[in-house]
C-alpha cells in the first residue's frame, strides 16, 4: 500500500543517524515511512529495526545525489522529503507539510521552518566547564584537564534564529536572504496563508511530489556528489512553472558543522567537485540551457529583486544572455554556514552558542532539564559515556 510520504536520508559516517531516525519516528502523524542510505559505511550505532525504517547498504560509496536517487527508486509515497543525517523535527511536521501542499498545489517544492539544531556540548567532569558543539577539545579551557572531557547530548531546535528566505548571488553562492523578509509581499503571504515564497533553498531539507521529483530529475547526478543542491532544486522548481514555498506552520532543525577537524563534512570536500557542481549550474541555469525550463533565468532574479550579490548591470546582461563571471577565491560551503539572530536596533546580539560553556540565566536551565529528562534511556553513539545529570 503507498504511504504518504518517504523521507529520503543519503549518510556517510554520520554519527546522529540515528538519533535524527528517532526524532523522525517520535514526531510523524502521516502514513510515513523512513528510507535512509548507508553511503560507504555501516551506521554506528546501528540503526533499530523499525516497520517504518528502510535501510540500504552501499559497500563503496556512490555520492549524496546518487544516495539520495537510489532511495526515491524504492519509495512507492506520493511525497518524498530529502534530509541531512542530522536534523530534528516539530511534532506532527509530515501532517503540516502534506495539509500545506493540498493548498498550493502540487507544482510545489516546499521546505519548512529551519532552526538550528543544538546536538550537543562538551563538558568537562571534572571542573564542569562546557563549550559549544564542536570539534573533540584537545583539553578543558578552564582547568587543563584531558581525560574528562565527554559529549553531553542537547538535542534542541533553538527557537532563534529561524529562517526562512534564501537566495544565491551572481557567482553563484548560496545566501541567506533576510533583506526579502521585511517586504510587504513577504509579510501579506505570512499573515494570510502562513506561506512564503523562497528564490533559493539551503539544501539541507526539501519536499515534493514523487512524480515531480522524477520529472524534474532534482537530483541530477552530472552535478557531482554534492555540491549547489539547494540551487538546483529551487532553480529547476521556479524554471519549470513551479513555486518554491516555505512552512512557517512546522519546522525542522539542522545541525551546522563548518568548523573541521572531526566536526566537518561527512563527504569529503574537493574543490573541484565543488567548481564542477557550481560550472555545470552556471552552463545549465545561467546559459538558459534546462530542457525543462519555461522561464529565463533573468525571470527569477527580477521576481525578487533587489537580489543580495546581484547588481543592476549582472541582471542586464543575464537578460541579453551576455553574462560574465567575475570569478570568487571564495571555499567556503555557504549553505553550511550556520545562521544567526540579527538583533534588534539598540539591543544587542542574542546568545547563539555557549561562549564558555554556559547560557544565561533561568531558560538555561529549563531547557536542560526538558532535555535531559527527553534523552535519559537513548542509546545515542556507542562508546561514549553519556552522563547527562549535572
Not at 73 to 96: E, N, P, Q, T, W
Not at 112 to 136: D, E, H, I, V
Not at 287 to 307: A, D, G, H, T
Not at 351 to 379: F, K, V
Request: glycine share 6%; proline share 5%; hydrophobic share 35%.
Amino acid at each position: 500500500m503507498a504511504k504518504d510520504l518517504s523521507i529520503l536520508i543519503p549518510a556517510r559516517n554520520e554519527m546522529f543517524l540515528y538519533r535524527t531516525i528517532e526524532d523522525i519516528l517520535a514526531n510523524i502523524e502521516a502514513d510515513t515511512e523512513i528510507i535512509a542510505v548507508l553511503d560507504g559505511e555501516w551506521a554506528k550505532p546501528e540503526i533499530p529495526q523499525h516497520e517504518r525504517v528502510n535501510i540500504i547498504y552501499v559497500p563503496e560509496s556512490v555520492g549524496q545525489r546518487a544516495a539520495t536517487n537510489m532511495a526515491a527508486k524504492l519509495s512507492r509515497a506520493k511525497y518524498v522529503m530529502k534530509i541531512d543525517a542530522h536534523c530534528s523535527f516539530d511534532k506532527g511536521f509530515d501532517i503540516k507539510m502534506i495539509e500545506a501542499f493540498k493548498e498550493t498545489g502540487e507544482n510545489t517544492t516546499m521546505v519548512p521552518t529551519m532552526r538550528n539544531l543544538w546536538a550537543f556540548s562538551w563538558k568537562c567532569y571534572k571542573c564542569g566547564w562546557k563549550k559549544y558543539q564542536g570539534p573533540t577539545p584537545q583539553k578543558c579551557d578552564n582547568c587543563g584537564d584531558t581525560e574528562h572531557i565527554k559529549r553531553k547530548m542537547m538535542w534542541v531546535g533553538k527557537e532563534e534564529p529561524q529562517s526562512n528566505s534564501y537566495c544565491f548571488d551572481a557567482e553563484p553562492h548560496f545566501q541567506y536572504f533576510n533583506e526579502y523578509t521585511k517586504r510587504p509581499e513577504y509579510r501579506k503571504d505570512l499573515e494570510e496563508t502562513g506561506l512564503t515564497e523562497t528564490m533559493s533553498l539551503q539544501g539541507s531539507c526539501w519536499m515534493l511530489t514523487r512524480d515531480k521529483y522524477w520529472d524534474l530529475n532534482i537530483c541530477d547526478e552530472k552535478f557531482g556528489s554534492w555540491g549547489s543542491q539547494g540551487i538546483e532544486v529551487s532553480v529547476k522548481t521556479w524554471l519549470s512553472g513551479g513555486r518554491v514555498l516555505v512552512n512557517h506552520k512546522t519546522w525542522y532543525a539542522h545541525m551546522f558543522r563548518t568548523q573541521g577537524g572531526d566536526f566537518g563534512f561527512p563527504y569529503p570536500i574537493s574543490g573541484s567537485d565543488q567548481k564542477k557542481a557550481k560550472e555545470f549550474a552556471k552552463d545549465l541555469f545561467f546559459n538558459n540551457k534546462w530542457y525543462k525550463q519555461i522561464r529565463p533565468l533573468s525571470w527569477l532574479v527580477e521576481k525578487f529583486w533587489p537580489v543580495k550579490g546581484w547588481t543592476n548591470e549582472d541582471l542586464q546582461k543575464l537578460k541579453e544572455n551576455k553574462f560574465v563571471f567575475k570569478g570568487s577565491t571564495a571555499d567556503t560551503k555557504t549553505s553550511e554556514i550556520e545562521p544567526r539572530s540579527e538583533p534588534v536596533r539598540g539591543e544587542p546580539a542574542p546568545i547563539q552558542s555557549e561562549p564558555s560553556g554556559t547560557l544565561n540565566g533561568s531558560a538555561r536551565e529549563n531547557m536542560q532539564t526538558q532535555n535531559e529528562e527527553a534523552m535519559s534511556g537513548y542509546l545515542l553513539e556507542k562508546d561514549v559515556i553519556y552522563n547527562i545529570r549535572n
